[in-house]
Each structure stands twice: as C-alpha cells, then as structure tokens.
C-alpha cells in the first residue's frame, strides 16, 4: 500500500505484543534498531516467531518498503531492559523501528539511502502523530547501553537532525578532531559523565561504576562521535557534550 506520504507500507503482522492497548498519550519516544541478522528473511521470521519474544512495530527493508509488524498502539517487544531519564522497560513507552542491517556480529555495513529515505518519512508521521520531540528519538544502544550497540556508527544521526528527526551538536567534526585524545583531568572526566546523565543516560547497577561508565561512554560515542569508538573521555567528547546541553 503506498500511502499519500510516498510510503511503501505492508502490513505483516507479528503476534508478539503486550495486551491491552496504550493510551496514545503515553507513547512520547522512538527507539531506531538494526536487526542484526544474517539476512532480511531471518529477521522478518524471528520477529514474527513467538518463542523469539521479539517484535517492533516497523521493519524497514533493504528496498525502502516499510512492514508494519505491530499496530502503534500496542507494546511490540523491542526495547527489553532499558531506561532513559526517569523512564524505565521502554517498551511501554516507545515504538520500534527495525532497519534491516547485518550489524556488528555478520558483517556491519552502512545503511543504504532507500532505507534513511524511508525512514526519514516515517519519523515524521510518527513524530506529528504522538508529539515526539526530537531529542526523543533514540537508539537502542543509547537505552541499553550494556547490552546493545544497534543502530550503530555507521547510522546517519546527523543527516536526520539536519531534517529535526533527533538531536546532535552543532560543532563542526573537523575542527574539533584536533582535541581528540587529549585527556581530560578527573574534575572534567566526572562533569563529562553527570553530563551524560542529565541528556538520559542511566546510572547502569547491573555492573561496577568503572565498567558501567565505558558502556555508556560507548554509546555516546557511536551516536555523537561516531568516527572514533573506544569508550575512553577525552576533549573531543567533553566540547560535544557541553555542546549538546547547550541545545
């Protein structure tokens, strides 16, 4: 069915969802996934397979064609633990959007401008729908720093922010490669990371702080520096989180 939008969009549903329905209200983010499979064809079955107990509400395809998998307004299974701000298990809160990606374990590749074309307008239905503003649409790395890096470094953040679909920093990458791997002193390395807690990160329990923090010091990195991914503060991540406060 090719929507007025210019969207390819089928239904195909999955029966991996939460009753009953969500108020509408209720759902005010977006979390973006790859899938990380070997191939578009395992990915579609093991989000439709209930003893997967996966699923999302989107599933974008190499081609642009957009399955729907499960109606908005019920909770698809694709956040699982996961927090950001005062919001915890996600699922309840958010829709899923799958774009078909091998990921890091079968051969991570970019994501082809079919799909960031689709999915562009997609986010924009959806943002319009239920009032989601852009600092609201995640990644699943960023919700589940410990278990996820999906969508992953090779994701276009910065060309949907440019289109006000999610939020970046507004300095420039080359001028500021220069302070990158200049250490921080330990004041500035503790600011850095309240500073991450305050955008949404979560405080992790689940591991010692030491470990917790490079988890999410990770997926700072593969959203806002997305050229070197290493977990390690240095300068270049300190000017880009005080830039993104700002804003």
Known sequence: ????????????????????????????????????MKNESEAIKKLKDHKAKVSTHYFIKDSGDILNMV???YEAWHAGRSEWKNFKSLNRYSIGIEINNPGHDYGYKSFSSKQIFSLQKLLKIL?????????NVLGHSDIAPNRKKDPGEKFPWKVLS????CKWHE?????????RNIDLPQREKKIFLNSLYKIG????????????????VLAFQRRFRQSLVNGIIDKECFLIIKNLLKN
């Open 127 to 135: 943002m319009k729908n239920y009032h989601i503003k852009p600092e």
């Open 1 to 36: 069915m090719r929507l007025k939008t210019g969207l390819n969009l089928t239904k195909n549903y999955s029966f991996n969802f939460s009753l009953p329905k969500r108020e509408k209200k209720l759902i005010k983010f977006i979390v973006i996934h790859y899938t990380g």
């Open 162 to 165: 440019k289109k006000n679909l």
């Open 201 to 216: 990160y979560s405080k992790n329990k689940d591991f010692s702080l030491k470990k917790s923090n490079k988890y999410i």
């Open 71 to 73: 109606p908005n307004l």
């Open 171 to 179: 300095l420039n990458l080359k001028d500021i490669k220069k302070y």
